[in-house]
């Protein structure tokens, strides 16, 4: 099983900054990486696949990188609608499908 | 316009059955490529990835719960089923299913997942 590993757990943010999350998987996936934002109450999104790719109707703010075991998300001037919880998923191999334990983007 | 549905009991007694069903549109588990999986998240916890079964009918668990789940599709209905036996308290989650369009492809869509209660 591939363990994803999301870090930091929290990130307080004041508006308009810019922001980076970071992924780690226990071994390589290639750019089978996705990056979804749940908001509460919500289903989560797909923001990013491919680890660099946006999603449709995905703001330009948001971008991905990385390769293999070490990736990124970056949200380059956070929103009031950004505050969310940030998950990376591996989709390389499975079963199982894995994702990370999520970054909470709260407002400082 | 493409969307999915979960449907299902919301409360569920310790050592039951629980069966979801995924209803879909807009696209077709026929088509080649596409997916469906299910998804759980526990109150205030990660998602979970449980089982996925693919446009051939080709299945695949989550390992450490592969012998309480079953998942089946109907594509006369547009309905993808999940089954899970001798459910625990450690169950009560909301349950999401979710499209994946490729073979290897990231969900790019989901339902708005329904919560599930195992309590006595």
């Known amino acids: 099983e591939i363990v994803m590993t999301q870090s930091p757990a929290t990130l307080s943010v004041s508006p308009g900054e810019r922001v980076t999350l970071s992924c780690r998987a226990s071994?390589?996936?290639?750019?089978?990486l996705a990056w979804y934002q749940q908001r509460p109450g919500q289903a989560p999104r797909l923001l990013i696949y491919?680890?660099?790719t946006r999603a449709t109707g995905i703001p330009a703010r948001f971008s991905g990188g990385g390769s293999g075991t070490e990736f990124t998300l970056t949200i380059s001037s956070l929103q009031s609608e950004d505050f969310a919880l940030y998950y990376c998923?591996?989709?390389?191999?499975?079963?199982?499908?894995?994702f990370g334990g999520g970054t909470r983007v709260e407002i400082k | 316009q493409v969307t999915l549905r979960e449907s299902g009991p919301a409360l569920v007694k310790p050592t039951q059955t629980l069966t979801l069903t995924c209803t879909f549109s807009?696209?077709?588990?026929?088509?080649?490529?596409?997916?469906v999986s299910w998804i759980r998240q526990p109150p205030g916890k990660a998602l979970e990835w449980l089982a996925r079964?693919?446009?051939?009918?080709?299945?695949n668990y989550n390992t450490s719960l592969k012998t309480r789940l079953t998942i089946s599709k109907d594509t006369t209905k547009n309905q993808v089923v999940l089954t899970m036996t001798n459910l625990a308290p450690v169950d009560t989650a909301t349950y999401f299913c979710?499209?994946?369009?490729?073979?290897?492809?990231?969900?790019?869509?989901w339902g708005q997942g329904t919560m599930v209660t195992v309590s006595s």
């Open positions: 079964i693919d446009w051939d009918d080709d299945k």
């Open positions: 491919g680890a660099s």
């Open positions: 807009g696209f077709s588990l026929n088509t080649s490529g596409m997916c």
């Open positions: 998923q591996q989709y390389n191999n499975w079963p199982p499908l894995t």
């Open positions: 979710a499209r994946a369009k490729l073979w290897r492809g990231a969900f790019d869509l």
């Open positions: 071994q390589s996936v290639s750019t089978y």
